[in-house]
């Protein structure tokens, strides 16, 4: 699409902060047809994430899954990253911004610099590693954490003396001290603010006396020292003396939900969850028995399966303690001692060993700054201003929102946010997509099936990584002696940018049709090398890497012999591979141009606009007569949305737009075809006739219901609602409820029990909503809320503080002693057990409204129809919790709002706009490119016997008419389970061939005999 | 009920009187006078003696033989042959000579997969089942024909018999198979040993439903519990044997050595109860290894002493 | 010199032990004067038992061999009169407290380093031995572990042990 | 401490200043305690600081160094 | 992360340890490998959904086949360990190589040399 | 399908100890389908006798082949060439497969690689089960699909025995008694009546007992 003249919008976005949102807003953004300048202030991307050790619900460690994410930021094409960059200003209107930066100088050139870390090792300046959360040091030259992205060192002036020796060590000559400071300008469409937040430092709150206590240690850098790539390396220790604690205290809400200290009234949202986590994976790390006691106000575990992780934590002994705690006084030599009053009132005290806080999230002055910066209006908490039904979109039109700026929230609601934030953008800047962005042109590739063999052995020192353990010559000379090699060399880094060009001449000179590079693990630099290959025109099949760094000179250090002995094997296993490998192609499948949602809810309607402004058909199904799903019962949000009014205009804009086109009352009926092609077919209408739709991508937004009480008397007395039902009764006659003199609700009725047993994230905040409401109706009104626990988290907090100094009476109630509604004559009349007196409390009421909870709606045909995987409760499984919320596990399936999981109206927005992206980025691309390392079957052979059939974990291989198998290239994954296990012998895998592997065997073990 | 064959057993049915018949295993040697010892401690208290074919497959001394030396002993012998072992030329030669001692009774049974016996590699036969056994028999009574459709002079002429497990699963299936055997030709039926009462009384109810009981003589198999561990291993190992859980308990109450006499007395009142259930016409009484208690349970049962009938001699 | 006399305060050595003093070619009188004094002085001091200062020698040898160390020795002058790699001068008090800071940093490195050559011990088992405070040594050790040169053991019961790597 | 005792002292003299010093002192018949013992080096900056230690563990009482 | 462990084990990477058939193991022990491990993810992690398990149970065959033909199953061994777990690679490196050090060179290594000197000797003969 | 199980191999070493040079042929036939004498398992035995006899220090040569099937002549000459330079043969294929290679290369000795069992079905990945025993007259119209003759333990045709227990046969809990399978199905089917009358024995010259069979058919036979 050439560039439209009259429209002055640039294709490129501008993406502040290298966070997790930063990152994934930039990856969905590039792929979707735009050029991304991610500007981070740090040395490195990654955030506060790439801290963390472990991430809650699923205790996958955080590093594992953000380095993928990492080096595909960093090897993106059309995503170019400029760390050690501050905004400096911003000008001009959305679609056309002129964004003012300056470059703090690295003295380090990314070009040339190959982290082999020598620089570090030698220099004498130390300084705190804040990495590391203060726990350690670190040099004046250093890489903020081991995988850091952009790999590259930086000097950190404050503590350098400039001593210069970090230039004499440094072999690729990568240091230049007189790097300075430089204002650079840029045309940008659209701004993305991730800049993440600080955390409140404790010290202001002098009663624990942080900074002298050693062993008081903070949740992140609790984290640190949980982390392998930690301190401690991993091991539960201490920072006092090491010794691993065997009692640990977690005091929670430090530095949220607090007025007196600091001004954050608001609740961290996440603190909770993480506090959990860190006990149960410190339990997993101690050796002996760890207690471990959280003291909390509210258990506010409100997300999916968030509630399993509670109960979890219960079952393997953590102990939760309701109780703040004022003050942390030392004992005996390092110990702490806390005191606080207990469920029973008594006064307790308790010496731990250890103590973390639990700090929240606080908006640092630099944020602050850089908000006024932009122009961006920030609430009283110094968050983004956003409103509900735009959760993305700040008060600056053209520069867009995620993360925790604009509020509390855990990793996977900021990278919904960051996917909604992409999609707005992408929606602004459709007509100038795919203008900015670069195309790597590949030459030709060279036919070489006819030709012998020629392997080209390029051996790398990796600086000293390898040279200064293994004899790089000698394996250079070795290889030389190999069968079919041509042509071998060493150099200092393979990797290097020059390297790859000179690399390149060789092949062509010497027509090399193989190539070996004996370096480091193909993890990280396969694709580079593969990308080489590709401009001079070779199949990026036709590579081998012999990993002679990670796994061979660096855990061989102290035996250099053997370590160069290995290296020799390792290459003539390489090269005897090479010499098999065959030219793999890969087809491009052309992708069907429209999307399909199903479910006509607040999310579908969302996802459906945004992805028709990105400029695709769109296709909605849904099966009731009308639009609007569960939100047609809303009336207002508790932050003032008139929903009604939100709902029928968003109606009316998706009826109107001529890219989408709506069918009610429609049934899916089937379903087939892979990624990129699908057809779903739909009976429409009171006639049920029947339409087929192709279309390459599919949203599910199928929404939920709300639970239909069978307790508390709820369809035997009127006067007993749902809030749901209170919701449509202030609706219509809010007179008649003026007159009531006491309400009381009751909260999670219907969750957090045996066969619900997940809380349902979003009926406190409807009893706190309705609460007010009332309290407006007649001020005198008695409004009593029962409760387990007030999960009024992130900014809601305050309207929880509202309710309290409202007047509004909030009682708890434990699991075991619920609330009972009985009838006395015609009054109604709850009686519930204080927690506080310990005594049975009995009331009557006007109105008893319960907290129901959100459940499921019945999907199951539609889920065997997609085989998509649901879990228990009936909720569609994301493909991964934390880093792919709003995928399914099958690829170009999409999945938001409360089909997912319950939620607020605000997050079910972010949500639909984040599956919009993934979809448009997925549609954008326009072909697929499918084959390649997949497995293949040979017909004759084929003795039609179905093992493949029934041993693919992913069931692709069929039978096909003339009766043999056959594997469609665009599902196998390539595991290659059906190779090993067909009996006939008869299924290749590409790149990964049996008699590939037996040569890698050979060459090894001819060395031995 | 007219009688059709010589035996002294049918004519004691015939005449409506409680037929009492029992068991005695032959021993799993050459011993003969082993036999002849059983025969005579239970032969005043008895209308006809078993003689089990290689029970459990396990090869003992062949019924055929042992039931040579109860006849002469000028008791009533009943044949017990099985299908497992012998095809259908060897089992017509041996009801042949059967019929040549004069015996006179045949319980026909498909017999016990070798797989619990001695010899679980042996193969097994089951040329014909049970079934197509009493259908074999009747043919040659009834037609002097063999299978293969040989006409003979001389017929043996034998008082049909075959066993019932009203006990094993599925439940509704046992009555038709019943029928299946009346179809067949068979007069007497000697059931499985009862001690689940209301069971067996819902399919003696079936029976007569279906009027097989005017067709066939049924005989209620008993067998006493030595001990409580003896009824366990019943309940356990046996196929086809229900032993509720009221017997064991009853057993185990009582201390080890009344264990036996409280067995004993189990059996005389299902006796007593089996006497009142229409159809019943007699019982067989397999005291396995414990013969000498038939005669005690005999009389306590007031089934002594035997009806004697006037026996022609054929 | 200042490093060295601090190093052998450190020690407990005490740095009366070590003298400078200029003397010119010409002064030879000067020379046996501060010869006699001095050497009064250290007979004052009494015999100096090496022995009961094994670990501390060894730990301010490690330290003076260190590249470090010997670095920010030799550059001392070049950053606090000329100028350094940006070209700015570093005044030279600033300059000092960090060497001091370093050696004190390297010097208790060296203590625990020397520490640990008699097999696995926990951090309180080694500051006993130095007699350095329990946190300092716990930091320190951290630092011997970035650098490689010590590494952790294993767990007897709750208590981590350390054990020296070669470098 | 009595006077008797004989501390053993190392002393590094530059050869240009400290050394050319002692010459003259035992030109001119200075005296001065035995107690020294007397390594040339070229100049005092060639003293190494392990040199200092190295004398200590060998048991020297006193490190002069003259420059 | 530098960490240490000895050089005898020499890696083979295949997409899945699903990918390992029965027939690799056994050419690697008749090439004369001492050892062979085969590593696959955690269980329940596989990428693969399954292709762990299928490893672990043909890991098992062969230890069985070992057994049989007289060597000792141990030679082959099954372990499972997340991506993010350096120090228990190195731990396994360690313990097999240990393992293999007691049960001594393989046989077949020690006839294939036996049998390579006879048929020089012939040769030269 | 024909349903075989690899044999043992201390079974296999037996039988070609004494040879130096030994050809293990698989079938690509039914033996693939039950995985028991593809190319896969030929492999992997070739490969572990290997490992024996080098660990022996026997001078032992083994290769490898796999017919499309050993039950047909033609594909069996294809070892004609190769046959002589080996001094015996171990097949994997099913029983036939291993009797006709032997009728056709007389002189060398054939041995089995794996243990034929029945005629039967997959009823799942890893587990086959018996379905038919070949009886040469099938029955299975009047037993509502269910063939009591390979589903019976005793063979019997009328009705299920005493000895059967919750459905399950006497002769163990997890074998299933025929008979109950075949009135439960007969019930479904409603042929009742089919389990009523007695069956007559049975002619079992058309079996196994008849003695070994030929089927000659003219229309198709030159």
Redesign the interface.
Known sequence: MAKSKESKKVGAVMVVGGGVAGMQASLDLADAGYYVHLVDKSPAIGGIMAQLDKTFPTND?A??IISPKLVEVGRHLNINMITNTEVEGLEGEAGNFTAKLINHPRYIDLEKCTACGECSRACPATAVNEFNERLDLREATYMTY?QAMPRGFVIDRSICVGCGLCEKVCLAEAINYDDKPRQTEMEVGAVILAPGNGVFDPSRFETYNYMDLPNVVTSLEFERILS??GPY?GHLMRPYDREEPQKIAWLQCVGSRDINHCDNSYCSAVCCMYAIKEAVIAKEHAHGELDTAIFFMDMRTYGKDFELYYNRAKEEGVRFIRSRIHSIEPEGECDLLLSYVDDQGELQSEVFEMVVLSVGFEVGEEIIELSKRLGIELNQHNFALTDTSTPVTTSRPGVYVCGTLQGPKDIPQSVMEASGAAAASSALLNEVRWTETKIKELPEQRDISEEEPRVGVFVCNCGINIGGIVDVPAVREYARTLPNVVHVEDNLFTCSQDTQVSMAEVIKEKSINRMVVAACT?HTHEDLFRETLLEVGLNKYLFEMA?IRN??S??????PE??T??AK??VR?SVARAALLEPLEERMIEIKQRGLVIGGGVAGLNAVLNLAQQGFEVVLVEKEKELGGLARHLHRTIDGLDVQKYMNNLIEEVQTNEHIQVLTEALVVGFSGAKGNFTTEVLVGPGMYERKIDHGVTIIATGAVEHKPNEYLYSEDDRVMTQLDLGNFLHENSKEAAKWQRVVMIQCVGSRNEDNPNCSRVCCQGAVKHALELKELNPDMEVIILYRDMRMYGLLEDYYQEARSKGILFFRYSADQPPQASRNGDGLQVTFTDQVLNRPVQMSADALVLGSATMAADTEELASLLKLPRNRDGFFLEAHAKLRPVECSSEAIYLCGTAHAPKLMSESIAQALAAASKAGSFLAAEELRVGG?VAVVDPERCAACLVCVM?C??GVPRINEDNVSEINPALC?????C???CPGNTIH?GH?E?DQ??A???A???G?? | MNTTTPSKLEKILAEGHFAVTSECGPPRGVNGEVVEEKANLIKDHVDAINVTDNQTSVVRLCSLAACIRIKQMGLEPVLQMVTRDRNRIGIQSDILGAASFGIDNILCLTGDHQHFGDHPQAINVFDLDSTQLIQTVKLMRDEGQLLGGFEMKERPNMFIGAAANPFADPFEIRVARLAKKVAAGCQFIQTQCIYNMEKFKTWMQQVRDQGLHEKVAILAGLTPMKNVGMAKYMKNRVPGIDVPDEIIERLAAVPKEKQADEGIKICIEQIEELKEEEGIRGFHIMAIEWEEKVPEIVEMAGLYPRPTVEISAN | MPVVEQLLGLAGVGKERLQLCWVSAAEGQLFADYVTKLSDLIGQLGPFQPDDFKLELAAVETVLKSTRIRWLMGMDRQITEQENVYHEKMDSEAYQAIVRQAVAEEYEKGMIFQALADGPQSVREIAGKIGLPVYTVSLRLNDLERA?QAEFHEFEGTTAKFVRMAA | MQETYEPKILAFLCNWCAYAGADLAGVSRFQYPPTIRIIRTMCSGRVDPVYVVEGLKNGYDGIFVFG | ???????NI???????S???????M????????DGVIVAGCLEGDC?????NL?AKK?VIYVQE??E????EAERVAMYNL??????RF?EIAREMTEKVKELGPS???N??????KKSKVEVAA | MIMARPK???EI?DEIKDFNKVLIAGCDGCVTVCEAGGV?EV??LA??????F????K?MEIDETSLTRQCDKDYLHELLDKIDDYDAIVSLACGAGVQFMAEMYRKKPIFPGVDTCFIGVTEERGVWAERCQACGQCILASTGGICPISRCSKRMLNGPCGGSEKGKCEISPDTDCGWHLIYERLKELGQLDFFAEPTDPKDWVSSRDGGPRKIVREDVRL
């Open positions: 460690c590093m594992c081991p392998a790539s390396q193909p990993n796994q061979d660096w855990v061989h250090m102290s035996d053997k370590a002995a290995k094997d390792l296993m390392a041993s974990p992913y994954q390539g595991c290659g389970v190779v090993s296990e895998l990964c049996d592997i037996s890698n065997l050979h090894l073990l001819e031995v005999i | 490689g | 992360m530098r960490l240490r462990y000895p050089t020499k890696i083979i990477k295949v997409p899945c699903g990918r390992v058939a029965i027939i690799h056994l050419k690697a022990l008749e090439e004369g490998a990428h693969y959904q399954s292709g299928r043909r086949v070992l049989k033909i007289g060597m997340s991506a993010g777990d350096g120090p190195a046989p077949i290594k006839a294939k040399k036996l049998a390579s | 043992p191999i201390e070493i896969k492999q992997v490969s572990a006798l290997r490992l024996y080098t660990k022996e220090n001078r």
